[in-house]
């Protein structure tokens, strides 16, 4: 509705074009906060342009969560110090940012733990498995077998584990790299019993620990062994050559 005077908007137009209740209005209107200015010819209660005006400036202090009464002193008292009340309620936001950054940080870290299923601190990783487990590793693991069901059988077994199961984890990934350079040192082939003795368990602790380990995807595991750097440096710090030989005898082990 509009005339002389300019816009005129009944309280359900204004609830609407200020996305409130016509309740929250009436409140407003009981408590002297915010009342129609003109009434209608028919006695519907109107709010002009200047009590839009006042609505905004009402909507925004209670955004910034001023109380209604402290909305009134700053919309109706000439002399209120503005400025002092919204130091005070930047000062209560300042601090409740702070609050949310520690909440957003926390948060991050259960999530982190949750996707990578590892329930260890960073030192509790790097003391157990070294740089294997470092930040980038994950992340590169995620993107690479994020969408294989053996990433989603891992990390729903994993997710379970304790330091104490990692640390067991950890002592048999030990004891059978152990017998890997056991065997070459002894001079033993990739094919003889031994080596394919630690070709099995391998597969076995692997099968166990974390997803259902089919022959083919062993040999992949294999291969991976000694084509990514990395694998191939963690064997080959155990024993020169290391890798190769794990490659060889796993595939000899899945070859039957």
Excluded at 80 to 91: I, K, M, S
Aim: hydrophobic share 40%; charged share 30%.
């Amino acid at each position: 509705m509009t005339g002389m005077t300019g816009t005129a908007l009944t309280v359900g137009q204004l609830a609407e074009r200020f996305g409130l209740t016509v309740r929250t209005l009436h409140h407003y209107d009981e408590v002297g906060l915010l009342r129609p200015s003109r009434r209608s010819a028919s006695g519907y209660r109107l709010y002009t342009d200047s009590d839009i005006t006042r609505l905004q400036h009402v909507v925004v202090y209670r955004r910034l969560g001023f109380a209604l009464e402290d909305i009134a002193v700053l919309l109706d008292d000439p002399g209120a110090d503005v400025a002092a009340h919204l130091r005070r309620q930047r000062d209560a936001v300042t601090t409740r940012l702070d609050e949310l950054t520690d909440l957003v940080v926390a948060i991050d870290r259960a999530l982190e733990a949750e996707m990578d299923g590892i329930q260890l601190t960073r030192d509790e990783r790097r003391e157990l498995f070294g740089d294997g487990f470092s930040d980038e590793y994950q992340a590169e693991a995620r993107e690479r077998w994020g969408d294989t069901e053996q990433w989603r059988q891992s990390q729903a077994r994993t997710a379970r584990y304790t330091k104490d199961d990692w640390a067991a984890i950890k002592a048999e990934t030990d004891e059978v790299n152990a017998a890997f350079v056991a065997a070459k040192r002894s001079g033993a082939a990739p094919d003889s019993e031994a080596a394919r003795a630690a070709a099995e368990a391998h597969g076995r602790q692997i099968h166990e620990r974390f997803y259902d380990l089919s022959p083919e995807m062993h040999r992949n595991l294999a291969c991976l062994y000694v084509t990514d750097e990395r694998f191939a440096r963690t064997y080959d710090d155990l024993e020169p050559g290391l890798a190769q030989y794990v490659h060889d005898a796993i595939q000899s082990y899945r070859a039957d």
